[in-house]
């Protein structure tokens, strides 16, 4: 190889690699409309199926199987949430509080909407 | 007497000591180098201790480990006549996955099955910082071409600032053979240098302020999306670039096995058991590429150099765009976040989340930057089979 000797016209290569880098921009731009319209396709058809089975309870019985020992569990209401993600949260307001698990009490833990304010909870 | 004098030339002459080259000593040194940063220094140890005792092998003096007598891997058509597959060394006869693009396809298997999506779902604009950041890989290509390199040559060194492995020794395998493991080695090393090349470009091409935004939390990604998204991506890649299907689709798969929740054994192999025994067989045989003849020449050190260029270009071309994102959205984004769209996953993305919270402390940017930094891996891809495509004769 020797140094400098170009293989190829600089202005060839200038051309090859910007349409190099627009291809790359467009694709991924084109992924991310995809992105974009999937996910109001995905929202537009769980909004219909929601609306067909109306009498389905969000609120779930209180977890008290899961629940970890020591909680002053009552009655949790776990609203779109699952036992297992309820427990960890119940810990970490125990450890964050520096108040002991039996000594709380939780009535709900509940995933709050995309919409509402402040994003998911 | 005469007798155990013949034994012992006859073994003298036999062993390593006697035929070992200069430049086969200078390798093995340099494997010896490479195995004390990756098992003290800890640069990228699962991949550089096989890539650094590949090369070790290969250069051992007679061992003949990458030796090729039935032209298995050379334009010589009448030379399987001539000796049997078996008689190649047995690193040359694994080395034929690298060829066939088998390891670094596999690879992007594992990826594909260890990758959550879902940051990049939920906030789509991450792709266009991926793309951004693809900036170095035509900037060292045009350097590259300026320097004397081939367009191959050059393809295959720019795709370094892809900041992936398998995509540049995808590139490198297809394009420039000779040029593979001083490319390979490159982009690890420089892979596990990221916590200390991406810094000051951020510090430099960022205000204070910016650095300080905090982002918004991002959405819940539904399963449906996740499921659509590998498929329906593989075919537009595919479809747009088809030199790009075999490591997109490959990428794809992996993520369907993830995400699709009936194939937890399929996803659970291609994440350790395949990945592992490819990055074995793909760091050993890409090290055996490196003998003296090919790795001890100056366009070695002008790759290292290219390499270092192409990866501070790409990091700044991500920091600039996240700077325009940050203009038009009014302040939402962090252009830090920018700099994770090298696809080095996750490293880049946690560089990102460090530096983030050297000035906010109470800023959480990993995730926000997971964005980005997946879209490096779709966007190294593409440019990889763009490169292709124009350079591989298809």
């Known amino acids: ?121 | 007497m005469e007798m155990v004098k013949d034994v012992l030339i006859g073994l003298w002459e036999s062993s390593g000591f006697s035929i070992v080259t200069g430049k086969e000593l200078i390798m093995l040194l340099v494997a010896f180098v490479f195995l004390f940063l990756a098992i003290v220094k800890k640069f990228e140890p699962l991949l550089l201790v096989p890539i650094a005792f590949g090369m070790l092998l290969a250069n051992l003096p007679g061992a003949g480990l990458m030796d090729d007598p039935a032209f298995l891997m050379t334009e010589v058509v009448d030379g399987v006549e001539k000796a049997h597959w078996y008689e190649d060394g047995v690193l040359r006869l694994i080395y034929a996955g690298v060829k066939s693009s088998i390891f670094p396809c596999l690879i992007f298997l594992g990826i594909g099955a260890m990758t959550d999506f879902g940051p990049l779902l939920a906030n789509p604009i991450s792709l266009l910082l991926g793309a951004a950041a693809q900036l170095g890989v035509y900037v060292a290509f045009l350097l590259a071409i300026i320097l004397g390199f081939t367009p191959e040559e050059a393809a295959s060194i720019g795709i370094i600032g892809g900041a992936d492995g398998p995509t540049a020794i995808f590139l490198a395998g297809k394009l420039a053979p000779k040029l593979l493991g001083p490319i390979a080695l490159a982009a690890y090393s420089y892979m596990a240098l990221i916590p200390l090349i991406q810094p000051p470009i951020m510090k430099l091409l960022t205000t204070e302020k910016e650095r300080k935004v905090e982002m918004k939390q991002l959405r819940t990604v539904s399963k449906a999306e996740k499921i659509i998204f590998p498929i329906v991506v593989a075919v537009i890649c595919a479809f747009i670039i088809p030199s790009c299907a075999s490591l997109i689709g490959f990428l794809m798969l992996g993520n369907l096995f993830k995400e699709c929740g009936v194939t937890e054994r399929l996803s659970d192999t291609a994440q350790n058991a395949l990945t592992n025994i490819v990055t074995i067989m793909l760091g050993v045989t890409v090290g055996a590429t490196a003998n003296g003849e090919d790795f001890l020449t100056a366009s070695t050190l002008l790759i290292v150099g290219l390499g270092l260029t192409a990866f501070a270009c790409s990091t700044a071309g991500g920091i600039l765009l996240g700077k325009v994102l940050y203009l038009v959205t009014g302040g939402k984004i962090n252009p830090l976040i920018g700099s994770a769209g090298v696809s080095a996953v996750p490293m880049a993305a946690r560089v990102a989340q460090v530096e983030g919270r050297k000035y906010n402390p109470t800023n959480f940017l990993l995730m926000h930057a997971m964005g980005p930094n997946v879209a490096g891996v779709i966007g190294s891809a593409v440019a990889a089979g763009f490169l292709l495509m124009m350079f591989g004769g298809k």
Do not use: H, W, Y
Not at chain 1, 61 to 90: C, F, H, R, W, Y
């Open chain 1, 1 to 121: 190889m020797k140094l400098f000797e170009m293989k190829m016209p600089l202005s060839e290569a200038l051309a090859i690699a910007v349409i190099g880098i627009s291809v790359v921009i467009m694709i991924l731009a084109l992924i991310a409309v995809f992105i974009i319209l999937l996910s109001k396709a995905v929202r537009l058809v769980e909004g219909l199926v929601k609306k067909k089975v109306p009498a389905s309870p969000a609120v779930t019985p209180a977890a008290t199987q899961s629940v970890p020992e020591g909680i002053n569990s009552g009655d949790v209401e776990l609203i779109g949430t699952d036992e297992k993600t309820a427990a960890v949260i119940m810990a970490i307001v125990s450890e964050k509080c520096g108040i002991p698990l039996n000594r709380l009490s939780f009535k709900s833990v509940r995933l709050m909407d995309n919409d509402e304010k402040g994003g998911n909870k």
